[in-house]
């Protein structure tokens, strides 16, 4: 029986690892799009007379359709009734459907007075077209992200799980760099409908790497056909509606997902306003706004897979969470702290915030299938997503009103100034030389966020006390956070 089991693609390393790359690029493409705009912020005012409130309004809606209509419950159950195959496929043309719309709201010309009339409030054509294409997107990233968790599950059951997850969420990363990187240089060169057209190709070529992975899938589920079988016996027909029961009245669950919606509010918004923060408080130009940012997914990386390793081999899960949660304070009362801004300390803050943006995700993620039975995992996985995506629908929606109430005034006279040099015929290039000159005197308005960054500061500080309680509660139920992933059996 133990050579039979051998035989399988799960049980041949090199086979495991290459189905891992595969679902990490399509990953990759929808990390990359997810932080499409973030590094541009400042470009977006004074190329389209946005405000701070515009910004947060359109990152925010990234989980409306996941908060408000449940979306991410309903992919949840679909992923667990029809499965991972279904699930790639649909969760990347939903991604590109909503990356296409999102194009479209930036490459069509539409007039400044023109809205949407929403019943109670009017919004901006073009910012309810970007909302709306990039809510649709959000849908489809998150129900592409419990797809690959549950197939990492299916290839790493017994394995190096841990490793195997941060693995698959460094290369996701990099995704998230590459935009806020180069995302500034390449609009401010051709445009921010390039950048985006940029994103949404990629978002193809993940569909194709979703095809491929497809026939990997298929054949190990033709392998394990025996081993399905009885698992479907054992499970009544496998997912039922009403094992969500099951998922949510576990304490152990909640924990994990209210740490998630805590720590990833605390962090993914930095996407968002660390470019601007950074142009703002630490005077970094428009064009490399997103290059220290950036280094938080590129850190990772390296780190993320490191630190899965360590859960695999030695444990100490629930404690790597509550040394990312303490890190992740340090690093937001610092960006707070309105006498902090010198640009080193800005990089060897992001740095930091890099580790701890390692440590939570490598532990966080491998503990969930210890703590709900794996039948149910594509759903848990999903109901934890729901819940993260409140806090990635309201943050950055909060942060950006929020920035614009203790600012007044501020993006008005940005877009004064703005109106003032297009007047003039200028080029772009003599635009910003412009823009150099009214800087350097002192002209031109900026952004306190020091007021703004306690939001971070609360957040983090809240992260930790559920980390905490999240240990005690393992101390407990004995769900085995603490313990490596790897059996010892394995070789």
């Keep these: 029986m133990k050579e039979k089991i051998q035989l399988t693609l799960r049980d041949n390393k090199r086979a495991r690892w290459t189905a891992l790359v595969i679902l990490s690029f399509t990953m990759f493409a929808g990390y990359l799009f997810t932080e499409i705009i973030s590094p541009l912020k400042p470009i977006l005012e004074s190329a389209y007379g946005w405000n701070s409130t515009n910004f947060g309004t359109v990152t925010s809606f990234y989980g409306f359709f996941n908060v408000w209509f449940f979306m991410l419950l309903i992919v949840g159950v679909l992923l667990d009734k029809f499965g991972v195959r279904f699930s790639t496929i ?7 459907a909503g990356g296409t719309i999102k194009y479209f709201a930036f490459k069509l010309d539409f007039a400044p007075d023109s809205v949407v009339n929403l019943g109670l409030f009017e919004m901006k054509t073009q910012i309810f077209m970007a909302s709306m294409g990039y809510a649709l997107f959000g849908v489809g990233i998150e129900y592409a992200g419990i797809t690959v968790s549950k197939s990492v599950v299916k290839w790493f059951k017994g394995k190096e799980m841990a490793t195997a997850m941060g693995m698959q969420v460094a290369i996701a990363r990099m995704g998230s760099f590459v935009p806020l990187a180069f995302g500034a240089l390449v609009a401010k060169a051709y445009g921010v409908p390039t950048v985006v057209l940029i994103g949404v190709i990629f978002l193809i070529i993940g569909l194709v790497a979703f095809f491929y992975y497809n026939t990997l899938d298929l054949k190990l589920d033709k392998q394990l056909a025996e081993e399905l079988r009885k698992s479907a016996a054992e499970e009544d027909e496998g997912f039922k509606l009403s094992d969500l029961r099951v998922i949510f009245t576990n ?77 992740l304070i340090f690093v937001h009362v610092v960006f707070y702290l309105p006498f902090v801004n010198h640009v080193v300390f800005a990089f060897f803050n992001v740095i930091i915030l890099g580790i701890a943006f390692s440590l939570v995700p490598s532990a966080m993620w491998p503990s969930v299938p210890k703590i709900i039975p794996e039948k149910q995992i594509g759903s848990a996985y999903a109901a934890i997503f729901w819940v993260q995506n409140l806090g990635l629908w309201g943050i950055p929606l909060l942060v950006g009103i929020v920035l ?27 635009m910003d030389d412009k823009l150099s000159v009214i800087k350097e005197a002192g002209n031109y308005p900026i952004y306190d966020y020091s007021g703004t960054w306690l939001i971070f500061v609360g957040l983090t500080i809240l992260a930790l006390v559920v980390a905490l309680l999240l240990k005690r509660e393992d101390r407990i139920k004995g769900y085995g956070l603490e313990k490596p992933n790897i059996k010892q059996e394995e070789n």
Excluded: H
């Design 90 to 96: 649909g969760s990347v043309l939903i991604m590109i």
């Design 251 to 327: 304490k152990g669950f909640w924990l994990i997902a209210i740490l998630c919606v805590l720590f990833y509010s605390a962090v993914f918004p930095f996407y968002k306003y660390g470019p601007d923060l950074m142009v703002n408080k630490f005077g970094v130009t428009e064009k490399w706004a997103g290059l220290l940012p950036s280094l938080v997914p590129f850190g990772t990386m390296l780190l993320t897979p490191f630190f899965g390793g360590v859960y695999d081999k030695k444990g100490k899960g629930a404690t790597i969470m509550i040394i990312g949660a303490v890190l």
């Design 404 to 430: 614009d109430k203790l600012n007044p005034g501020v993006s008005t006279q940005i877009g004064t100034i703005m109106k003032d040099l297009r007047s003039q015929g200028l080029t772009s290039e003599q």
